[in-house]
């Protein structure tokens, strides 16, 4: 009798050492993975860089979509330069028709008899009927048109440069499939008193 009571301590024993080494397993091997998953993370945020992004981006724009993967944005960052830069090119070849022909008629107002001046000759024939003051307000508009298309193209560049470094940031958010919800009991120091919490767990 006394042998299987020795034999049943044994046992319990021999498994509680058992489960106790099998524990220290789990928690090595799931601390060495949390390890490799940070050191992964640390090494895949240092090689995408958002200095590199930008700059690229800086130099060529799309560049730093390309480098951030965001190939889909590449006809929208394109797009947008080019309408800008269409719309530069319209506002310039008018504001020069319009410059030319005010110049011109003006040659031509001081000296009636000079009309057969090449330039007069040269403007546009749309342009002819229009009248010295209108001629000049509407090259003055153009003019601001330029203005205002350059500054649009230039902001619309910076906001590709903005976009692929915000882009490059987000690479190193961690995303972690791990989101948890938990009710827990808590004693508020503030209030005195015992109750219920929510806490809320985002990644490790």
């Known amino acids: 009798m ?7 301590f044994f046992l319990a024993c021999l498994s509680s050492s058992l489960y106790s080494q099998q524990a220290e397993t789990i928690a090595v091997v799931k601390d060495s993975a949390v390890k490799k998953q940070t050191a ?5 945020n240092k ?3 958002p200095k590199i992004a930008a700059t690229r981006s800086a130099i060529l724009p799309g560049w730093g ?3 951030n993967k ?10 947008a330069l080019g309408v800008a830069g269409g719309v530069f090119v319209f506002n310039i070849k008018n504001y020069k028709e319009l410059k030319f022909a005010y110049a011109a008629k003006y040659k031509a107002s001081l000296a009636p008899p000079l009309r057969d001046s090449a330039d007069y000759f040269n403007i546009k024939p749309s ?7 209108s001629l000049r307000f509407n090259r003055d508009q153009f003019r601001r048109n330029v203005d205002f ?7 619309l560049w910076g906001l590709n440069v903005v976009d692929a470094a915000v882009d490059a940031h987000l690479k190193s958010f961690d995303v972690s499939p791990d989101l ?11 209030a005195g008193t015992n109750g219920l919490s929510l806490v809320f767990h985002i990644g490790k």
Do not use: C, N, R
């Open 47 to 49: 090689q995408h860089s």
């Open 65 to 67: 979509q390309i480098y």
């Open 70 to 79: 965001k190939y889909w944005k590449l006809p929208i960052v394109y797009g």
């Open 127 to 133: 342009l002819l009927p229009l009248s010295l003051e």
């Open 180 to 190: 948890s919800l938990q009710i827990k009991p808590g004693h508020s120091d503030m």
């Open 40 to 44: 992964d993370t640390a090494a895949k």
């Open 2 to 8: 006394k042998l299987f009571y020795i034999l049943i």
């Open 149 to 155: 298309s350059v500054l649009v193209f230039v902001l």
